[in-house]
């Protein structure tokens, strides 16, 4: 239950990470979305584009980290006092933590998107 609790709250500050990340993309990018849209593209397909951006780079990361706590934790003994405890990164831990970060990317990366999606275009042109 410990282990939940922990693993939910540092989700929580990896959603808020990656909507800082994503709302910054977007601000960084205005000129760039704007002249998307200003090609034809609709609202939908920059948004899609977007929330793909962080999806994309929250598997690359979410790969990284599972191969580190594979490779660092898999078969170690560790020792609390007088227990002995055997971790393990089981296949099922993996799609789990998987699972979680593409959670986190997709409610990170949505917002952002949809704020880029309603950025006049205009706007977006004259901001920069």
Do not use: H
């Amino acid at each position: 239950a410990i282990t939940y609790a922990v693993g939910g709250i540092m989700a929580l500050g990896a959603l808020f990470g990656a909507l800082n990340i994503m709302y910054s993309a977007v601000a960084a990018r205005g000129q760039e979305i704007a002249t998307l849209r200003a090609l034809g593209f609709g609202a939908l397909p920059v948004a899609t584009s977007l929330v793909a951006e962080s999806v994309f780079l929250a598997l690359i990361g979410a790969l990284i980290g599972c191969a580190a706590a594979w490779l660092l934790f898999d078969g170690v003994q560790k020792a609390y006092y007088s227990d002995v405890f055997n971790l393990a990164v089981t296949p099922g831990l993996i799609v789990l933590g998987l699972g979680w970060a593409l959670v986190v990317a997709l409610l990170g990366g949505l917002p952002p998107s949809i704020r880029a999606a309603r950025l006049s275009v205009v706007d977006a042109l004259r901001a920069t």
